[in-house]
């Protein structure tokens, strides 16, 4: 024997043991992927395995042979059923925060009282299993250090696992999400009592039978006894019935539903659970047979159930047998504290919250954080209560027995949410009431002490299953005993589907059963906002929260749906506030259920302004709100549809064309990328706003070509708005749109927005060049003109020099000789400059002069053709150029830069300025610089004077086309142009151009170099 304070001080160690693993992990002391490893889902699942199949898995098989391996392989078939089932249901519960089934079903049929119902039945169901863990361990305790002390025992685990539980099962709201310390405990205790069952299977086959070959020739002397063991399965004496209910406990006990889906598991560390768990089971069950046949052998007269701690305990490894008692400690801990965390957080949700909502309104996270600590604390000393309560007879199974066909009673219902639409809220209420009074009369009540006005004996029956047989060596032999499940099973089952199925077909599903279906199973997208009940404003949606949650709370959770959603505070638009009350359905069902959470967020009243005009608008917005955001799995035609959706969309955002589509309510329901950069508001700003709420002037252009084109107006308007800092010419053309709906009187307009800024600098750059065609012309006939008596008078000139005696003569006619040759060069640079631009005339073909040109002449040319304006400032030019600054360019072009930029610097100088042109080589580049002190630009227009139309020039004479042409030739040489300025201080012009390299001929434009 154990002295019961051994036990005890384990016990104690144990639960110690586990918190410091569960705080570990809940503050992150241990590596972060550790808690949330796959593996460690598929261990927490392992929270399946509880005292039933620690101890009472021996005596199950003793009893029923090779039936207990049903309790085993049912999870592995759920397992394989996982992408069918397990992956749905994952999907369902993160997209609408679902924590509970009873969470899930009452938000797939609409019904609080289907939330309260499967609440206050998982309750009942649940307490007679937690009472077999107490029972359980109990007994372990009577079986190593004897009775008297087990109830002492009892009661100080019962009080160690509700300070547990209290502490690591209950958490604030604000921390809700993966529960890494729980789960990683639970996953902990699953290792132990694999490890440790896997020893005391060891030892039991060494220590009772001496190795496998005594074991064999065992089996082989006790033969009928082993053939006994499969007849059961042969018979199927309770074969399928546990399979069934044992599929559906795998993930529809509250312990089970919790670890798979309430605990933050992701798709990943489920898959891997579909094949890891199944494992673990497997290594668990292995051991089952070795121990009933060393127990039999041993201690044929003990009752099975206490094989795992007596047969260590005969072959004298205390040890062992003290691991074997901690090893029973952790599957009831672990049972009773997961069941206990689920249940009492279905109760407080479903069953408490709705009738205590005023007490919700101050301090709401933790009120419903101690409601939860005291339900869960209610239902571990509830479980005891009963274990105490109960009379002791029969196997240590047959409570949990009686909980999985309980929850058993669950399939049908889950069954309707994801694959049958037709199920009505009804028909679900019906057949799962029908159900649990057929459970209650066959399966709860035989539990019950004693049951006023009913005769024992029937119910006797399930419970006896018939004689025992003696076996040799006093082994129980397995065959003639009935199973106690597979009738009541049958029964309330097919009274539970019939039912539903029944009713159901009787009168359709509501409304809003229907859109839940649709979310449920993700066929169709919905609700529609049509008709949806939307709130007006936010601030009506907070406030109808703080009826509830109190200000500060309702302030805390729309402020937190509104950043996750990114929705402004004074947001009106229907689709917004349709997908914020959704926001926060999801995200106030974890703290007071689904239901509750629904009432709360969902307005009583439709949007204001929601009218039939405005219906189709707001449908298309949430459909492609939805489909945009990928929560929607299309398949088939559907999906087809989706993707020519996308392209057309993708068309749609690179047209160069702003489009801009108003819906009959007077709202944009379309825009493009390119319409956003005109009017400088994102997307999501625009869709849904009414066209008032546009920038200025947009706002009343588009609301006045929307009304013209409303009227049949179809044609375009032009303005002058600015765009991104800078003026821009826009057209707007307009057109109606035919209606697409029996619904809509109209439907509505498009508008297209086509920026027409660089197409006007095209034609004025065109006109321009025109207009220096004609004074080139002109020019060449003035020279014509002006040259032949020129030419006369620098002859007679010559002549005179040549012929005079006096030397003051001479010289005159000399003065006369050069002046006319300076007459002679002014009038040919200005030819040359006036050719610039010419606009060849019809069968001519244009030849560029392209070849080397020296900048310092062309600097020196284009000082010269701006002294020709008298009406200008006179400013004195100071050039730097070396004659080495040599480019590949056509001569004319670049002067015509120059005589811009010196221009320019002239105008924007006081009279008797000086500008300055310095040229240098730099980094293989020519550098060239014109300054001038004059009044600078300023900085807003500094990033936009290059572009047309851009002028600092106050007086008619600036066009704005001077510093773009300039740009234009030099980044046609090759070259760069750009500006240094500051207000006051004047202005810099740096021009960039490559260097000639020596020899080099080509010209830039494929054209062969002239001399």
Known sequence: MIDVRVLLLATVAWLAALAAIALAAQRERLPRALPRHPLVLALSLGVYASSWTYYGGVGFAQRHGLVFLAVYLGPTLACIAAPLLWSRVLRITREQRLSSLADLLAFRFQSPAAGAIVAAFSVIASVPYIAQQFRATEQSVRVLSGPGHEEAVGATFCALLALFTAFFGARPSAEQGREDGLSTAVAFESAAKLVVLAVVGLVAVLGAFGGAGGLTAWLRAHAAEVEALG????????????????????????????????????????????????????????????????????????????????????????????????????????????????????SATHLLLPLARRTLRRNVYARVLWLRRGLLTAILVGGWLFHRAQSHHGLLVESGIVSFVAFAQFLPGLFAVLFWERATRAGFLAGLLAGIAAWTAMCLAPLLPEVSGIDPGWLQLLLRGGADAAGVGGVAAPAAPADTWSLPTFVSL???????????????????????????????????????????????????????????????????????????????????????????????????????????????????????????????????????????????????????????????????????????????????????????????????????????????????????????????????????????ALRVHRAALDPIDARAASGGVVLLVEDRTERRALEAELAHRDRLAQLGRLAAGVAHEIGNPLTGIACVAQNLRAEAESDEIRARAGLIVGEAARIEAILRSLLEHSRTGAVPSPGEIPRARVGRVPLAQVIAEAERLIRLDRAAPRIRVEQDCPESLVVIGERRELVQVFVNLLANARDASEDGATVAVRGRIEAGQIVVEVE???????????????????????????????????????????????????VGQGTTVIVRLPLADAGAGEGRRGHEAEP
Not at 280 to 286: I, Q, S
Not at 677 to 691: I, N, Q, S, Y
Request: charged share 20%.
């Open 932 to 982: 001038d002190h004059g009044s600078g630009i300023p900085e807003e227009l500094l990033a936009v004077v290059l572009e047309p139309f851009v002028t600092t020039k106050r007086d008619p004479s600036g066009t704005g086309l001077g510093l773009p042409l300039s740009r234009s030739i030099v980044q046609d040489h090759g070259g760069t142009l750009a500006l240094r300025s500051a």
């Open 494 to 728: 097919v009274v539970n589907c019939g039912t539903l199925g029944l009713v159901s077909l009787l009168r359709p599903p509501a409304r809003e059963e229907r859109e839940a279906a649709r979310l449920c199973r993700r066929r169709e997208i919905g609700p529609s906002v049509e008709r949806a009940t939307v709130a007006p404003s936010v601030s009506a949606l907070e406030e109808r929260l703080a009826r509830l949650l109190g200000r500060e709370a309702a302030g805390v959770e729309v402020t937190r749906a509104r950043l996750e959603l990114d929705i402004r505070s004074d947001e009106t638009r229907p689709t917004e506030l349709h997908a914020l009350q959704e926001r926060l359905h999801r995200n106030l069902s974890p703290l007071v259920g689904p239901v509750l959470a629904r009432a709360v967020a969902e307005a009583r009243a439709p949007a204001e302004g929601a009218g039939a005009r405005g219906a189709l608008t707001e449908e298309l917005r949430w459909l492609e709100r939805r489909l945009a955001s990928g929560e929607t799995r299309l398949v088939g035609a559907a999906k087809e549809l989706d993707l020519l959706r996308r392209w057309l969309r993708s068309v749609l955002a690179q047209l160069p064309l702003g489009v801009c589509a108003v819906g009959p309510d007077g709202a944009v329901s379309l825009v493009n990328r390119r319409l956003e950069a005109l009017v400088g508001v994102e997307e999501r700003d625009l869709v849904g706003a009414p066209l008032d709420r546009l920038p200025a002037p947009f706002a009343e252009l588009f609301a006045r070509a929307a009304t013209a084109a409303s009227a049949g107006d179809a044609g375009a308007d032009e303005i002058e708005a600015p765009v991104a800092g800078r003026v821009r």
């Open 231 to 346: 007849r059961p399965v042969r018979d199927d004496s309770g074969w399928t019935s546990m399979l069934v209910i044992s599929f559906a406990a795998a993930f529809l006990l509250p312990r089970q539903w919790h670890m798979a889906f309430a605990t933050g598991a992701g798709v990943r560390a489920l898959a891997t659970a579909a094949w890891a768990f199944p494992l673990f089971l497997l290594a668990l069950n292995l051991p089952v047979l070795p121990v009933l046949w060393a127990g039999t052998r041993l201690a044929p007269a003990e009752p099975a159930d206490s094989y795992v701690l007596l047969v260590p305990q005969l072959l004298g490894q205390r040890w062992l047998a003290l691991a074997a008692f901690i090893g029973g400690i952790s599957a009831a801990s672990a049972m009773a504290m997961v069941t206990a965390v689920a249940l009492a957080n279905m």
